[in-house]
């Protein structure tokens, strides 16, 4: 079976990968999220840039789920 013969399969295919992953990445950045509102009182105490923290933080847990970012 040729690819082109059975475009409306592919392009949907396609469609529920690009979807799977981004449903993944939103359920990273909101265990970020909710790390971070667990943590802000010693974040603010630490003075600690929230940004690169939430970088970092999505990082790791991307890395532990096996996820490519």
């Given at each position: 079976m040729h690819p082109s013969e059975n475009i409306d399969l592919v392009t949907r295919a396609i469609d529920d990968a690009i979807f799977d992953n981004m449903r993944a990445e939103d359920e990273i950045n909101d265990e970020v999220e909710?790390?971070?509102?667990?943590?802000?009182?010693?974040?603010?105490?630490?003075?600690?840039?929230?940004?690169?923290?939430?970088?970092?933080?999505?990082?790791?847990?991307?890395?532990?789920?096996?996820?490519?970012l």
């Open positions: 909710a790390l971070v509102a667990e943590n802000k009182n010693e974040i603010s105490a630490m003075d600690m840039d929230v940004g690169a923290l939430r970088s970092q933080l999505k990082r790791e847990l991307a890395r532990k789920k096996g996820f490519v």
